[in-house]
Nanobody
Framework: QVQLRESGGGLVQAGGSLRLSCAASGRSFGRHPMGWFRQAPGKEREFVAAIDWSGRATSYADSVKGRFAISRNNAKNTVYLQMDSLNVEDTATYYC??????????????????WGQGTRVTVSS
């Protein structure tokens, strides 16, 4: 298993930026694709972004494409989510997740095996 811990959430005004971090420990972090998901109040958890083990391939939800950027530093066992041009619809709890079962970039929640506790992002208008 991989243990994950998110940080970097907070309150930001619309149009602002935040950078989320997800620190991993346990099994070899650098071998696995990683993903970010989010869950807004009263809504189901949804895919945000994913990155392959090398950091060279990424995938984004249409709602964040061009505004968010996922990256990773395998030497630091950390994956990041840079969020720019935030709007109120981005308000949610953000979770990072590890896909331990394959090397593919996937968007289904069920394909991820390990999850962090989440970090809350609130965007005010």
């Amino acid at each position: 298993q991989v243990q994950l811990r998110e940080s970097g959430g907070g309150l930001v005004q619309a149009g602002g930026s935040l950078r989320l971090s997800c620190a991993a420990s346990g099994r070899s972090f650098g071998r696995h694709p990683m993903g970010w998901f989010r869950q807004a109040p009263g809504k189901e958890r949804e895919f945000v972004a994913a990155i392959d083990w090398s950091g060279r391939a990424t995938s984004y939800a249409d709602s964040v494409k061009g505004r968010f950027a996922i990256s990773r530093n395998n030497a630091k066992n950390t994956v990041y989510l840079q969020m720019d041009s935030l709007n109120v619809e981005d308000t949610a709890t953000y979770y990072c997740a590890a896909n331990l079962g394959s090397s593919a970039l996937v968007r289904r929640e069920g394909d991820y095996d390990s999850w962090g506790q989440g970090t809350r992002v609130t965007v005010s208008s």
